[in-house]
């Protein structure tokens, strides 16, 4: 069967969780269904915005009904399409509801992270840095690069709450030394970090494989060797794997932990990392046999203008597995509609940032920036790199005004822009 996946922009970008694909076609035809394609039992209405689907009985509910069920379990899979903003909105009503009932009891795992930066988790937890500083200590653009305002809300609430959030990624150099060992045998060193891995589920070496032909191909013949393609093919498959038993065990070993007696962990990852269960869930009970529950905010639809962008052709396999136990639908809304631009492209010269161009009639533009000017800072936050003004405009919103300081000619010069949304279509460089 042929599905509609997310797509993304080359093959290092699709090991970050490969999509939410719409649960459209996930059933197999060793489930009987009625067509739509979520359920192996008919719906007894049009679905909606708000909507929660119980996948097993076809049962709709709503959110405090389900809720009642999914705060039953353990551990608490929440699936995501990265870039929409209404799946992030989910996953924080779900946090915010289950520290309702458990006050204190709630703890937030998070793809987004690597093990690294987990004392910048920590410190964020105990309002130890601002927003800026902990994008900084996190590396968030360097690690994960998504707008952070996607998962601002989570995080707030995290902090507010004093909740602890767990990096579940491995370490960058260790991902990349396991993808490229093959079939060699791991170093005494590489293997005592590690975690127990497991490649024999058919099933999920079928839908990566299927993934990985589907994004590979983009509908044209492929100019790669046969030997080519399955060296890829491995080292995606490895990084995959890596990435699930990681996050495997730092779920566990947090809730094994002191801090994590007694609590629950909602996990926050692609929703291809819990589908079918294949992934992380699978890989967590057989470390530890607690109960859990998947949930999927599941787009009702994909606006026109951005399928290219989010959507691609794959030829799935059947899986004779429901996808989760809760599919929750929602609409799609990409953040660009909140999003503010300050409209220059960047370039590190050094020590220094230099604008590149000017997008013409940007804030940039209309306040005066030009070309060839260097930051010296912005909201009076030194710039070193890039990343720094990424994250300042980052947290503001069109209408804004931001303080930019640089250096032309040798002159330190002030502007003021008004920051505006972006462009539909951009210029590009």
Aim: net charge neutral; hydrophobic share 40%; proline share 7%.
């Amino acid at each position: 069967m042929t599905l509609k996946l997310r797509s993304l922009a080359n093959l290092a970008a699709l090991t970050l969780v490969l999509g939410t694909a719409l649960l459209g076609g996930c059933t197999t035809t060793k489930i009987p269904a009625d067509g739509n394609g979520l359920t192996p039992y008919p719906l007894t209405k049009n679905l909606q915005a708000g909507d929660i689907i119980h996948l097993p009985t076809g049962t709709t509910m709503n959110f405090e009904q389900a809720i009642g069920m999914i705060a039953a379990a353990k551990v608490i899979y929440i699936g995501e399409m990265h870039t929409n903003l209404q799946a992030h909105e989910a996953q924080r009503r779900v946090i915010e509801a289950l520290e309702q009932r458990f006050p204190g009891q709630i703890a937030i795992g998070m793809e987004m992270f690597r093990e690294p930066q987990q004392s910048a988790l920590d410190r964020w937890t105990r309002g130890e840095l601002d927003e800026h500083q902990f994008l900084k200590a996190s590396k968030w653009y360097d690690n994960w690069g998504s707008d952070f305002g996607h998962y601002r809300g989570i995080l707030n609430f995290a902090r507010e709450h004093r909740q602890d959030v767990v990096a579940l990624n491995p370490p960058k150099e260790m991902q990349q030394q396991f993808a490229q060992a093959g079939a060699v045998p791991l170093t005494p060193e590489l293997a005592a970090r590690v975690p127990q891995t497991d490649f024999t589920d058919p099933f999920q070496r079928a839908m990566l494989e299927a993934v990985f032909k589907g994004h590979s191909a983009g509908g044209k013949p492929s100019s790669m060797s046969a030997e080519a393609t399955a060296k890829m093919f491995d080292r995606f498959y490895r990084t995959q794997i890596l990435w699930e038993e990681s996050m495997a065990s730092r779920i566990v070993d947090y809730l094994n932990s002191p801090a994590g007696a007694g609590k629950k962990m909602v996990v926050i990852a692609g929703a291809f990392h819990v589908r079918h269960g294949l992934g992380v869930p699978r890989k967590v009970l057989r470390r530890a046999a607690w109960p859990y529950v998947i949930v999927l905010p599941t787009e009702l639809s994909i606006p026109e203008e951005h399928k290219e962008e989010l959507m691609m052709d794959v030829d799935m396999p059947e899986i004779p597995l429901l996808a989760g136990d809760f599919a929750w639908m929602i609409p799609y809304e990409n953040i660009k509609t909140q999003k503010a631009q300050l409209g220059v492209l960047m370039r590190l010269d050094g020590a220094t940032v230099v604008i590149d161009k000017v997008v013409p009639g940007s804030p940039a533009a209309q306040a005066g920036l030009m070309a060839g000017d260097t930051f010296v800072s912005i909201d009076n936050f030194s710039v070193t790199e890039q990343s720094d003004v990424s994250m300042v405009i980052g947290g503001k919103k069109p209408g804004d005004e931001v303080a930019v300081k640089v250096r032309r000619a040798g002159q330190e010069m002030r502007f003021a822009p008004l920051l505006s949304a972006p462009a539909e279509h951009p210029v590009k460089p």
